[in-house]
Nanobody
């Protein structure tokens, strides 16, 4: 499956953005999809994940209460609504898909597909 991430941009602190991750190329279902990010000079970290079977979600502590992940399986798209953005949210955001349920939500290992990344810049 190919993943296309979009929706990044520049926003002032306190602003909002919605990222989209559109999947194409396969009609096979998936176990879960996640958003990861990598800030300047930082290692990649998980942001949020959603499990397809029941909609169970996970949020990392830095984004809990501010970000919301959702899915629209009719459009084969996962969204990340980001509110109350902070300068420390500045990063390239990647979406990843785990078809078999073996992906590690924390490390990002064993995900079978990754999008190309979309840049989010939060600055005044």
């Amino acid at each position: 499956v190919q993943l296309q991430a979009s929706g990044g941009g520049s926003v002032q602190p306190g602003g909002s953005l919605r990222l989209s991750c559109a999947a194409s190329g396969s009609t096979v279902g998936y176990h879960s999809r996640c958003w990861f990010r990598q800030g300047p000079g930082k290692e990649r970290e998980v942001v949020s994940c959603i499990r397809n079977s029941d909609g169970h979600t996970y949020y990392s502590e830095p984004v809990k209460g501010r970000f919301s992940i959702s899915r629209d399986n009719a459009k084969n798209t996962v969204y990340l609504q980001m509110n109350s953005l902070k300068p420390e949210d500045t990063a390239v955001y990647y979406c990843a898909s785990d078809r078999l349920g073996v992906g590690n939500w924390i490390s990002g290992s064993d995900f079978d597909s990754w999008g190309q990344g979309t840049l989010v810049t939060v600055s005044s």
